[in-house]
């Protein structure tokens, strides 16, 4: 079964950059889509962005379009999530996860990693 642990949150300052990373065992990342999710007290998770298995299709939200990257690493089967120009509003909880379904919901993805805290404050 596949398994996948986050790494790489922290706190930040408004205008700052983290990488996340998403390791996975027990299986081939690039047969899955693979999202970055978050979650901030008292919010529903959303998704931050997605990427289907071949890569052809990459989603960000619209509050992240520009400043967050996905990327994926199959030699390492890691997967990542670039945070450039970070603001307060993105303070979360963030989720990595992987799935076969064609949809970038919640809901449609199969493995979750436990989290890693990102906050973001001056």
């Known amino acids: 079964q596949l398994q996948l642990v986050e790494s790489g949150g922290g706190l930040v300052q408004p205008g700052g950059s983290l990488r996340l990373s998403c390791a996975a065992s027990g299986g081939a990342l690039d047969v899955y889509r693979i999202g970055w999710f978050r979650q901030a007290p008292g919010k529903e998770r959303e998704v931050v962005s997605c990427?289907?298995?071949?890569?052809?299709?990459?989603y960000y939200a619209d509050s992240v379009k520009g400043r967050f990257t996905i990327s994926r690493d199959n030699a390492k089967n890691t997967v990542y999530l670039q945070m450039n120009s970070l603001k307060p509003e993105d303070t979360a909880v963030y989720y990595c996860a992987a799935g076969t379904r064609p949809a970038c919901h919640p809901i449609a993805m199969d493995y979750w990693g436990k989290g890693t805290l990102v906050t973001v404050s001056s």
């Open positions: 990427r289907s298995s071949s890569g052809g299709m990459t």
